[in-house]
């Protein structure tokens, strides 16, 4: 057997027992971004049943308040699921649609980016013009001038720069992915309750 083939099972045995390490990572990531996203949902039930309803300021939905339950359960309760690794399979599904949905009613409009770069090939019309993302800049050094003027311009950046939020799709389809990976390959093994209830079945 040559050295090549034996590092190659090497490698291969080595994910196949180290695989529940990113599967735990994702998780633990994604739980408490849903969990917070349903918590404020459910938190301000009437403002995102209104948000979801209006057709001039909102996203214009049919039966907003079904609509903003579904969202907010979804999120809240699929985040808490998603952390103990229970039914992980399952309720990835409703999440990577409520990913999909925000997605295409949400950020479609703003494209790619979800803070505004003016520097980005994803908005610069290299792919896409997205003329709010191009006009950042320009916005950005006028709230500095005013900062400089009139405010505390060192206090406000000390930990970091002023940006723009751009609200593109993003941030969405990285969860949407990340979803799907846990739809295809579950909780991971020995720190997800699907783990143990697998061993017993």
Request: hydrophobic residues 55%.
């Amino acid at each position: 057997m040559s050295l090549l083939t034996k590092f190659t099972d090497f490698t291969a045995s080595a994910g196949q027992h180290l695989a529940f390490i990113p599967l735990l990572l994702l998780r633990l990531y994604l739980a408490p971004v849903m969990m917070q996203a349903g918590w404020n949902k459910l938190s301000n039930f009437e403002s995102t049943v209104a948000w979801f309803g209006n057709p001039d300021w909102g996203l214009g939905l049919p039966f907003p308040e079904v609509m903003a339950a579904l969202a907010a359960g979804t999120e809240f309760f699929g985040g808490i699921l998603i952390l103990l690794g229970l039914a992980t399979r399952l309720v990835a599904v409703p999440l990577a649609v409520t990913m999909v949905v925000a997605m295409i009613t949400v950020h479609a409009k703003n494209g790619w980016l979800a803070i505004a770069d003016s520097a980005s090939w994803l908005a610069d019309g290299t792919l896409y013009l997205d003329e709010s993302v191009m006009a950042a800049e320009e916005k950005i050094a006028a709230a500095r001038n005013l900062l400089e003027q009139h405010g505390h311009i060192e206090w406000l950046t000390s930990s970091g720069k002023f940006v723009i939020l751009n609200n593109g799709i993003e941030f969405a389809a990285t969860y949407l992915i990340m979803f799907l990976l846990l739809f295809c390959f579950g909780g991971g093994r020995y720190l997800s309750v699907d783990y143990y209830l697998s061993k017993r079945r």
